[in-house]
């Protein structure tokens, strides 16, 4: 079974400052996706960034990327010029590559972008 | 991007009683699940709606305890049966337009809590 680990409960960042928020995960698989979705207090799921394994190159959407090492099943989001609207849960999520749509997520990550 | 309606976003009920949680979608969806995330915890998928057949529960849930019906493409509900305090959560629905491997969009949640 795939396990998604994220190390660190809670992170702080000051406006406009750049903030890593780390994630691993444990697969037998090659081919998967990896997600980065956002939970602020209105409890809203909001996909983030979205990484294909398969391909090598970094995932990026405005102030969000993603730093993808494959061998060392890492993936940790990098959000630089944080916001105060950027402050929420943060949650990992792997699926495999298959016909199987489920999502197994990490623990997640409080992030407080302080003004 | 789909947009999800889920109804009620909150409530309180008392022990052994049962909840309906509505979901509802402003196109049709290919799949539909039902999430669960515990006080302080991570999600958890507890079932996929299947439209016109019976879902397909995860491992540790059953349908006597969270029946669910998908009548249709656009909605579905899941319902919290003989609830206990242990059943307080936030329960989201997720959809997934089309593609396998596109992203799941999620609804805002309901929070329940079990006196």
């Known amino acids: 079974a795939q396990t998604v680990t994220q190390s660190q409960p809670e992170m702080s960042v000051q406006e406009a400052e750049t903030v890593t928020l780390s994630c691993t995960y444990d697969t037998s698989e090659n081919n998967y996706y990896l997600f980065w979705y956002k939970q602020p207090p209105s409890r809203q799921m909001i996909l983030v960034i979205r990484?294909?394994?398969?391909?090598?190159q970094n995932a990026t959407e405005n102030r969000f990327s993603v730093n993808f090492q494959k061998a060392a099943k890492s993936f940790s989001l990098k959000i630089s010029d944080s916001q105060l609207g950027d402050t929420a849960m943060y949650f990992c999520a792997f699926k495999s590559g298959g016909s199987n749509y489920k999502l197994t997520f990490g623990k997640g990550t409080l992030l407080t972008v302080n003004p | 991007s789909a947009v999800i309606s889920q109804k009620p976003s909150r409530d309180i009920c008392q022990r052994g009683t049962s909840l309906t949680i509505q979901c509802q979608v402003d196109?049709?969806?290919?799949?539909m699940f039902w999430y669960r995330q515990q006080p302080g915890q991570s999600l958890t998928l507890i079932a996929t709606?299947?439209?016109?057949?019976?879902?397909?529960?995860e491992s540790g849930f059953v349908i006597d305890k969270f029946p669910i019906s998908r009548p249709n493409l656009t909605f579905s509900t899941l319902t919290v049966s003989n609830m206990s305090p242990e059943d307080s959560s936030i329960y989201l629905c997720?959809?997934?337009?089309?593609?396998?491997?596109?992203?799941?969009?999620f609804g805002s949640g309901t929070q329940l809590s079990v006196l």
């Open positions: 709606a299947n439209q016109g057949s019976e879902a397909t529960y």
């Open positions: 997720s959809v997934s337009p089309g593609q396998l491997n596109e992203k799941l969009f």
């Open positions: 196109s049709q969806v290919t799949m």
């Open positions: 990484q294909e394994a398969y391909k090598q």
